[in-house]
């Protein structure tokens, strides 16, 4: 019998192999957008969770901070910050009492005729049933709420990033009619936070803030327009992922709106979170924007 050879090829071509790379390159793309979209997914859900935690936080009629502190003489919800749900403080901060506790700091504290003592600010009354009783956010297990500090204006998140300044979160008092010692208080601080005290952080490292508009936003405001009326629009505002915060609290900004003067247009928007119409919301970017005590409408440019 004539004996026969079996021969085969099986190592690849140069062309072959380069094939396979380019098909490996294109899955690993693919699974990699897929799984970036997958992150940014679950950091939008987490950050929606965050933001209604934080409103049911201060509204909640069994234990929410405006429940417990709307008793207290001279307390007024127009200069609130998200740190009131964490420490007993108030736009001016806190002074330091001993080592370890800090007594609240009211705004008006040496303005009003028979202001109650600081400590009726902090301490809760069991026989008034008033009083602050924090903190009023659950940070335990089973929660995707992080907190961490209100950070400096200076201070870059990584050495490429813009400061946090230039992001909008230490927005300019420019043509705001406040108090010169209102002013001087926030010296290097921000209406949304002072630096170095705790703050709610979102998904992409930055912290959630309050935004209450001021007098100027609304018509006739040459008259004092009441605290809670002003509430009546404060909302809750992540600057999304882009980390830049461009949802106006008042449109002199310098990192939003160049309005001049407080027309109507301007007041409007500060009313309405850069809201322009029923279906526009672009001037608040990627923002994500929460009001707490009334839908996020359009009222046209009738006030």
């Keep these: 019998m004539k004996g026969f050879r079996f021969q085969s090829n099986v190592g690849f071509t140069l062309i072959e192999m380069l094939l396979v790379v380019a ?20 950091r939008l859900v987490a950050a929606e969770t965050d933001i209604r935690t934080i409103r049911d936080a201060f509204l909640s009629e069994s234990a929410g901070y ?23 403080t108030n736009l001016y901060g806190t002074t330091v009492v001993s080592p370890t506790l800090t007594r609240a700091v009211r705004v008006d504290e040496s303005r009003q005729e028979g ?93 959630y803030v309050l935004q209450i508009p001021p007098p100027q ?22 600057a999304g ?20 003067s407080w027309n109507r247009t301007a007041r409007r928007l500060s009313r309405q979170a850069g809201l322009i119409d029923g279906n526009d919301r672009s001037a608040r970017g990627d923002d994500l924007v929460l009001f707490l005590s009334r839908n996020d409408i359009d009222e046209g440019d009738n006030e």
Aim: neutral net charge.
């Design 23 to 42: 098909i490996l390159s294109v899955l690993a793309t693919f699974t990699s957008i897929r799984f970036s979209r997958s992150i940014r997914s679950a």
């Design 241 to 260: 992922p882009d980390g830049i915060l461009q949802t106006p609290c008042f449109t002199p900004n310098t990192t939003n709106w160049q309005f001049t």
């Design 66 to 88: 405006l429940r417990d502190m709307e008793g207290i003489p001279g307390f007024s919800v127009a200069n609130l910050r998200i740190a009131n749900l964490l420490i007993a």
């Design 115 to 207: 202001c109650a003592p600081p400590e009726a600010f902090t301490t809760w009354d069991e026989t008034k049933q008033r009083g602050w009783r924090g903190p009023y956010l659950h940070l335990g297990a089973g929660t995707s709420v992080m907190t961490g500090v209100f950070p400096d204006a200076h201070v870059r998140r990584t050495a490429s990033d813009a400061s946090f300044a230039e992001r909008g979160f230490f927005p300019s008092l420019a043509n705001l009619n406040v108090p010169a010692d209102f002013r001087n208080a926030l010296h290097d601080c921000s209406i949304y936070g002072f630096p170095g005290e705790p703050a709610v952080m979102d998904p992409w490292g930055n912290p």
């Design 217 to 238: 936003a609304f018509p006739n405001s040459s008259t004092n327009i009441p605290d809670q009326v002003r509430f009546h629009f404060a909302r809750i505002v992540s």
